[in-house]
Structures are given as structure tokens and as C-alpha cells.
């Protein structure tokens, strides 16, 4: 019932923000009013609901003031209390970092609690509202109404007062979960602007960032409060609080404008200067709904249902809010050897979240950001001739080292292979190779060696287990190398890294016909149970890893004893439900049978059907993913956002098909959730998706047309896409239906 009543009022949310944006786009065209920021801001889903325009630097947004998993982005929906709003934030990570720059208005007396909440109000979700580009949000406590947007490199704030002695406070001392305050600074430059910056260290290591802000009129007092940050017995820096005071009157406007640079004070007076000169919050709303109803539009879908319209657009929004911009407006950014470099034109990119968006969400930018992606590119040969390999998940000039792989390979190879760019593809192979090249780095030296990762040498390489996931997932990568290789006429190249990438063979037991951790001495693991999740597994257990073999499906099947026992596999992989939900992990959610749709292994699974010609049954799955895990509310998400790929998978899935191997230039044809898509591609054509009579019960194909032709194939081609073709089905209630036959 209570969803019930959240879900009417994401509605009427809705509805607001469309009337809102009437003068600046027509509302036929308006797709931000499909926009819902609060999808995923409960539950597990970890988003923000804060303004930011598409891959903005700047991700403007409220936090709680607690920390905890909850509050990974600085905002969980149940919470009651709003402590500041800030300049940065992840979306849908499971580690929790940045929330830097951080103002909060008040009228005196404040409400201060002890640490870590500290000055805070209370707010409603009554008074709150959110679409792309824009928040706002009624403080309770002190009856100040809060606004936010967005350009690429600043936040601009609108705090409509009452009549009262009110303050505004900007905290650069408090952090909250993985983040740690190193040292800030705060300086006034004159009546209405001020500068500093603020040093942490956390998941992103020796992060600095800078911001530039302009008051609307001057403040009558600055005070400043400093405390000292000890390490280790020693000062190291110190944390600054600056409050601004002022006498306002009822319905007094005041508007703060912030520029961010990861390179300096200067760097973010000209982000500010080049991109809010202007006190005018509504030109910079109406800015960012027409940045964000440019790229929202380049996929239309048709539909009566407002819920689906609104998750299909969350979607496609939630995916355009990372990786963001790192550079400055003169391309002057920070870069993993501590100095200062300059791009040539080109913008650079950071925030790369790639174990989980290389499967969907950057074969999804080819179509909708194929610009961007050549910048991404890019962006991962500059980090490469700065740090020396190719990032795994990077941000804020720092390597994490998060989750595994080298998939920036396969993200270059899928940009090389399709066309996009004018990058160094020289430059480009020569970074993957290195890459897959570093022998004491994560146990790619054995890995070369014994063809797998056993599981009881991770102590010798001092990093974490995980074995058997790096084993499938290098494999993975390197396929993607000799693919690129060999397009590139590097023969050598390519016969290596396809052997390599057959690694993935030699970590299949057959007895037990799963793949299993090894040991140095080619022993299976003894007391393997695919149901176990496990230390040598990444954040799955055998069930989910089993098919992390993308690049090789038909050896897969082989492997498995062929087709029959592998939709066995299949069938079980789907119906062979935990037996002991209670200690299911935190990452297994979305949870079907042993499927996990929370968590990014299983993402690709329900299309393997179409390997085995029984599509109907992944199409059963698929739109049960669809209508069940993503729906319209705070909880409308199954698992973590994680920086785009959960909604990137809903993107391609309702759109009918998905890229199983990212590389392949091949995508499976799934179960569309719309009567018809049409996506806007950069050659200035169109590829439709008509789905006549699709519904929830009508989620099987009957058959299928291209261009008007009989078409026989489980699968349509990146070329078939980028020529503008038309997909035509036949929906039914009907199962058992093999077009492709």
C-alpha cells in the first residue's frame, strides 16, 4: 500500500515538472516529463535525485547528513532530514565518496545535531519534486524553498527565504562513509564570490577539487570556523565552515552559482565565468530540459502506459549520468600522475564504472554518444601514457582498482570495430596489449602461465581472491584484443589473444559441469557448490558465473555436453531457487531462481536462449525483468544503478534487442515492450522497432520482418541498425514460437 501511494505521487511529480517546462518546449516534446529521478533512490538502487545535465561534472544534489550503504549517493528516500547539498556524487555505486562542496541555508536558530547529521532540517516528499535537470525541495524547519540545476561544470541554487536573519552555510570539513577531509581552504575574492578547494582521501585517493561561487547580491558577514585534521599524531590539514549571513525579506530570492575543477581555483572561475555568468536560475534550468530532451529524444518509444514511458526515459536518463566530465573549458585536467595535461580539442572523461557498463551501457552510447565515445577512447589512452595501464575503475584522477578485468579493452575494441572515431587505434592496441601484458598485476603472470588464476595464490600476489571471475572475465577481454588485432592486420597479435581467450576451457570441470576454482596444482576446488558464493567468485556464485563467456557461446554449449543439456542449465539456472534466501548477499538481488538480475554477470543470460532455439523462453524472463525489477517508484530498482548499466540493460531490452558479446557488432533479439521505437542514430537515419500487439501477455514473437522480408535469424547486426532497417513482429500469447528455424 505504501507504494501505492509513493507511485501517485511520482505522477503527479511528473505532471508538475511538465507544466514547469511548458514555455521552453512544447510538451508533446518534452521528455523530461518522463523523467523520474526518485526511481532508485530506495532499496538498493543507490541513485540521487539531484539536478545534472547529460555526463555533467557537476551532480548537484541533496544529502541526509548519515552516512551508511543506504546512503551511498547522500540520499535515501526514507530519511526525513536534509544536511546540505552538494556538488558531487555517484550514482548507484556500492562505495560511497565525493559529496564535496556542500551548502545549506537556514534562518536563525538553526538546528544543529551532534555528529556526524550536524546542521540540518527536516523536509517532506510532499514538498519535493525532481526531473532531469532540476530539484527542488522545501526545507520544513526554517520554510526556505531549495532549487537546483545544472550546467556541465557548475550548480546553480535558488534559496527563496521568508522574512527572517537567515545564513548560509558551505561546510568543506564534514565527510561522510568511504570519503575523509585531507585539508580545504576557503578565500573571498569580493562581496559576492569566493573561492577555495577541498582536499579528501577515501575510494578516491588524494582527490582535490576546486569550485568557484558567485552570490546573487553581496552577504552581509562571512565568518569563518577552522578545526585541524590530524593523521597519525600529525596535522595534515585543516576543515573549513563558512557561513554567510543576511537579512531577507518574504519570498527574498538568493541565487549561488558554483564552478568545479579538478585543476584549480582559476580553472573554476572560468567554468563558472564560461558557463553561469548570468544570475538567472531559469535560463539554466530551461538549458539543461533542452540538453536533456536533445539526447532523451533520440529515442522515441510509443506508448499509453505513463509508468512504462516514465521507466523506459528514467532509463535512458539514469544512463547519461556517468561517465562524467573531467576536463575544464580550456581542456586543462588532473591526471593520475599528479600533473596537469591539455587535451586538443577533445573532453576529458572520468568516472568509469567498467566490470558493470562495458556490457550495455557503452555499447549504448555507439548509437546515442558515438562523439562521446571517441572522447572516451580518448580519455582511456591519456590515463594509460599517465598511469601506465589502462584504467579498470577510475575517477577523479585516481584508480580505485574496484572490481576486475581490463574492460576498457573491450569498450576501445567496440569503438574500433564499428568505426567510430578519429583515436589513435595504433596508440589504442598498443595500450590493451600492455595491459594484459602486466605479469604482477591481479595475477595475469600465472594467468599467461597456467592458462587460469588458481585460488590459493592470491596471498603471493597481494590482492584479493576472486580467481575463477578473473580467469572468465580476462578471457573475455582478451578475445576483444584479437579481435581488434585481427581487423588491424596484427596477425601475431591475434592468434595470441585468441588462445588466451580460450582460458576460460580450463576452469570448466565437467564432472560437476560448472566452471570451479582451480589450485597452482590444477585441482578443482574439493566441496564445490555452485549455490555458494564464495571468495574466489566476484560478488556471485557458480550459478551466475557460469556464463561469463560471452565472446563463445557455441563453445560454452560444447562444453556443457551440447544443446540439450545446456537448456537444462538454462531452464535450472531460472527455476533452481536459493535455499537459504536469508543469506543471500547484499549484491543478489532481482533475484530469479539463481538468476540475479541486481547484479551485472546475469545480465546476459535470458538471450542464451536464442543460442538453443528456444527464444520464447528467454522472452518469458525478459519481459518479466522488465515489468517486475523496473517500475516507478523509489524502490523501482532491483539492484545498484551502477553508474548506468542496470538501465542500460532496460534500455536495449525494451527496445527488443541486447548486445550478449559487446564486441560482436551482433545484437540478440529479445521481447520489445513497446508497439514501436525509433532510435535516431548520428547518420541521420532511423532504425524502428514495430512490436504490433505486444503487451505483458503478448510478450512472445510469432514472427518477424526486416524491411518488410521474412527475416530467419535470432539476431540483427550493428550495420542492419546503422542502415536505418525496419524490425517488424508479431506479438502473442502464444510460447514455443522459433522464427528462426
Sequence with gaps: MRWKVISLFAVVVLSASCTSTKNTTSQEDDYT?????????????????????????????????????????????????????????????????LYDISFMPVTLPYNEAEAPLGIHSKFSHQNEQATAGYYQVMLTDYNINVELTATERCGIQRYTFPKANAAIFLNLSKAMNWDATQDSHIEKVDSVTIRGYRYSDGWARNQKIYFCTRFSRPFENMTLDTVAIEKEGKVIGKGVVARFDYTTQDNEQILLSTGISGVSMEGAARNLNAEAGKDDFDYYRAQAVNVWNRELGKIKVE?????????FYTALYHSMLAPTIYSDVDGAYYGPDKKVHQTDGWVNYSTFS??????????????????????????????????????VWNFYASETDMMIGYHAVPVIA??????????????????CVATANLDHYRGIGVYKEKGYIPYDLHDQYNTENWSLSKTLEYAFDDYCIAAMAEKMGKKDIADTFYKRAENYKNVFNPVTSFMQPRDSKGNF??????????????????????????????????????T?????????????????????????????????????????????????????KGQKYISQIMHDLYTNTPDGLCGNEDCGQMSAWYVFSAMGFYPVNPVSGVYEIGTPLFPKMELELANGKKFTVIAKGVSRENCYIQSVKLNGEPYRESSITHQQIMDG??????MGNKPGVCWYE
Design 725 to 730: 532497417a525496419t524490425l517488424e513482429m508479431e
Design 303 to 311: 506508448s499509453d502506459n505513463v509508468d512504462d514511458k516514465t521507466v
Design 414 to 431: 567496440d569503438a574500433y570495430l564499428k568505426g567510430i572515431g578519429d583515436f589513435d587505434a595504433e596508440k589504442a592496441l598498443q595500450a
Design 525 to 562: 576446488m574439493e566441496g564445490f557448490n555452485a549455490e555458494d558464493y564464495m571468495p574466489h567468485i566476484c560478488e556471485s556464485n557458480g550459478w551466475q558465473y557460469f556464463w561469463s563467456v560471452q565472446h563463445d557461446v557455441d563453445g560454452l554449449i560444447a562444453l556443457t555436453d551440447g
Design 354 to 391: 567498467l566490470w558493470d557498463t562495458y556490457r550495455a551501457s557503452h555499447p549504448l552510447f555507439t548509437y546515442t554518444q558515438p562523439e562521446r565515445v571517441n572522447d572516451m577512447v580518448k580519455s582511456f589512452i591519456a590515463f594509460y601514457e599517465q598511469n601506465g595501464r589502462l584504467p
Design 564 to 616: 540439450d543439456r545446456f537448456v537444462q542449465k538454462l531452464d535450472s539456472m531460472f527455476t533452481f531457487h536459493p535455499t537459504d534466501k536469508d543469506k543471500l548477499p547484499i549484491f543478489s538481488t532481482g533475484m530469479i531462481g539463481q538468476y540475479a538480475h541486481g547484479n551485472e554477470p546475469s545480465h546476459h543470460v535470458a538471450y542464451l536462449y536464442n543460442a538453443v532455439k528456444q527464444p520464447w
Design 33 to 97: 516529463c518522463y523523467v523520474n529521478p526518485f526511481i532508485g533512490t530506495d532499496f538498493t538502487g543507490n541513485t540521487y535525485p539531484g539536478a545534472q545535465v547529460p555526463f555533467g561534472m557537476v551532480q548537484l544534489s541533496p544529502d541526509n547528513g548519515l552516512p551508511g550503504w543506504d546512503r551511498i549517493a547522500g540520499y535515501f528516500y526514507p530519511d526525513s532530514t536534509i544536511a546540505g547539498f552538494s556538488h558531487t556524487h555517484l550514482s548507484g555505486t556500492g562505495a560511497g565518496d
